[in-house]
């Protein structure tokens, strides 16, 4: 079953999942947490009505796609060295099915980015970063740098603003072993 992508979200079958808009004033708000300095070159690959790519500070290039604009960020070739988004919580799986996209997406901007990704995520989407996930971004010399927290009065939950970067941190440390009682 093949995604019908529209102005407000996604449409698969009878499944409809809303684009959320990022707050302009938050967007702003965010950049201060930010390690860009003159020069850095900024994509938005989910650039929805512009809240990140209009609050990128002017001593940076920037550059955004948006898939309702017929921009996709799969056919972005470009170099860039941060990624700063608030991307889709969930994306289409090659069977069409709704899944979470923000670890897929992290790996898929590690391997492209050459500095940091800036992401924001509600507590779904930072959940999903399992121990063994934030090892394998360590693996890809991704590094989570700082964690802001943030709230959006017409979303569900909390929202964070996760800063990773080439900089090794020891912001997040995680044990790989699960346990258990038994």
Sequence with gaps: MEACIN??????GNDIYDFHQTPKELAI???KFL??????K???PFAGKNAFYDAFPDFVSKDWTEITKGLDYKNYEKEYDWIITNPPFKIPDS????????????LYFAAKAKKGIAFLVS?????SLTPV?????SSLGFYLKSLTTCAIKEWRGRYYLMVWTKEPANFLTCLQKT????
Excluded at 35 to 40: F, N, Q, R, T, W
């Design 42 to 44: 900024c994509y938005e």
């Design 7 to 12: 102005n407000s979200g996604y449409e698969i």
């Design 29 to 31: 708000d965010l950049m």
């Design 35 to 40: 390690p860009l300095v003159e020069g850095d």
């Design 179 to 182: 346990y258990s009682n038994k």
């Design 95 to 106: 069977k069409g099915k709704l899944k979470n996209g923000i670890y897929p997406l992290l």
């Design 133 to 137: 996930r934030i090892a394998k971004m």
């Design 123 to 127: 507590d779904y989407g930072f959940n």
